[in-house]
């Protein structure tokens, strides 16, 4: 497995966790992790596939923006 970091403009604990859940859904195989209290509010997925263009649709979708670190 590997770990992809991504840069959110995510801000609250709710958001962060419907965005997890949602990405849980689509992507059942994989560890998520949301650092709200980091400056960048870092979201880190363990997975082991290629996972970014479903990752930037859900955040997209939702109306907020990530950028893979």
């Known amino acids: 497995m590997h770990i992809e970091a991504y840069k959110t403009n995510v801000r609250t604990k709710k958001d962060a966790n419907k965005i997890a859940v949602l990405l ?15 400056q960048e509010r870092n ?6 596939r ?3 263009e479903m990752v930037y649709g859900v955040f997209n979708k939702q109306g907020f923006h990530c950028q893979i670190v």
């Open 24 to 38: 849980q859904f689509i992507i059942s195989d994989c560890i998520i992790n949301f650092d709200l209290k980091d």
């Open 43 to 48: 979201l880190k997925i363990e997975t082991n």
């Open 50 to 52: 290629d996972i970014k």
